[in-house]
């Protein structure tokens, strides 16, 4: 009798290890995929504070130009600073964020003189 009553609670023991291995599992899923939407939507409420705070940029006391004398683009640069002696292509960046694939073409446009200036006549 001994043992089928061990027979018994390992098999009963096997289930409950079952189910609550099947029910950690549904929810470790369920909570990856409500983590993954919070890292989706942190994201992108960083993306939305970058694009609304380069507008402010060129008014902050840190920056280092005449403001007067930026023009905002938006994209694919934010803007561009006309100096006396120079014209710098601004490109206002906020916490980890990096340049975009074409903004480093621009980037090495410009670093390498690839730049021209026409008068179009209409």
Avoid: C, H
């Avoid at 600073?81 to 906020?94: R, S």
């Amino acid at each position: 009798m001994a043992y089928e009553e061990i027979i018994m609670a390992l098999a009963l023991a096997a289930a409950l290890f079952a189910v609550l291995y099947y029910i950690e599992r549904k929810n470790s899923s369920e909570l990856r995929g409500m983590l993954d939407g919070e890292k989706f939507r942190g994201r992108s409420l960083s993306v939305k504070y970058g694009k609304m705070s380069e507008q402010f940029f060129p008014f902050l006391d840190s920056y280092p130009y005449d403001r007067q004398n930026f023009r905002f683009l938006g994209a694919p640069i934010d803007g561009v600073q006309f100096e006396k002696d120079a014209i710098v292509f601004i490109e206002f960046k906020t916490a980890g964020s990096q340049l975009s694939e074409r903004q480093k073409e621009i980037r090495w446009l410009v670093k390498n003189g690839k730049i021209d200036f026409r008068e179009i006549r209409i």
